[in-house]
């Protein structure tokens, strides 16, 4: 069945690094994959997203690279800050039974 | 334009009770779509409902659970018969037509 993996369920950076989150799909009708950041006990917030026709997105210090014949996509941000310190989820969403199937999610921990 | 709203945010029940858990949509878009958070967990779909139709309920459990998107009012996930295992946060996405979900702050569901 449909399913999306994502690494890695930790992940700790001092502030100002990079921090990278991957996914892979299984899929391959998939066409959109968004990402979300979850703060504890708060609701999932969409924070960029990317469509198939389209291999890269950035929005400031976030970014989301997509490869579609790999059938993975990747979250990047820069710069992190302590208020970026949440889970992030992945998600893959395919035309037509626009469904989500979500990731197991990344728990960031940025370090002053 | 106020956000998805769900209704309650906590709820307590003994098992062998009923939940009901409210989710109205933003103004302008027809689709919802409920997922399930089971701590330290990611969100799984339930169900996809539009007005008076339910488009996708492959999520759903083919026991106890059931919901409804009436003309008039809000979505309504129901759970009969509630089990300690029902235990989890409730979230509920709307959209317009095949667009990007956004997600109410949840119903955090807690049976004892």
């Known amino acids: 069945g449909e399913n999306v993996e994502q690494h890695p369920s930790t992940l700790s950076v001092q502030e100002g690094d990079s921090a990278v989150i991957k996914c892979t799909y299984s899929?391959?009708?998939?066409?959109?994959f968004p990402w979300y950041k979850q703060e504890l006990g708060k609701r999932p917030q969409l924070i960029i997203d990317i469509r198939s026709n389209v291999g890269e997105k950035k929005d400031q210090r976030i970014a989301v690279t997509l490869n579609k014949t790999a059938k993975h996509f990747s979250l990047h941000i820069t710069e992190t800050q302590p208020e970026d310190s949440a889970v992030y989820f992945c998600a893959a969403s395919t035309y037509g039974t626009y469904k989500y199937i979500f990731g197991t999610g990344t728990r960031l921990k940025v370090l002053a | 334009n106020a956000g998805v709203m769900q209704n309650p945010r906590h709820l307590v029940r003994r098992r062998g009770q009923e939940a009901r858990l409210r989710c109205s949509p933003m103004?302008?878009?027809?689709?919802v779509y409920w997922y399930r958070q089971l701590p330290e967990e990611g969100l799984k779909f339930m169900v996809y409902?539009?007005?008076?139709?339910?488009?996708?309920e492959s999520g759903m459990p083919k026991e106890r659970f059931s919901a409804e998107f009436p003309k008039e009012g809000p979505s309504i996930l129901r759970i009969q018969q509630v089990v300690r295992g029902d235990s989890a946060a409730y979230f509920c996405?709307?959209?317009?037509?095949?667009?990007?979900?956004?997600f109410g702050p949840g119903t955090r569901l807690l049976v004892l």
């Open positions: 899929d391959s009708a998939s066409n959109y």
């Open positions: 103004k302008g878009h027809s689709h």
């Open positions: 996405a709307s959209s317009p037509v095949g667009e990007t979900q956004y």
């Open positions: 409902l539009q007005k008076e139709n339910i488009i996708d």
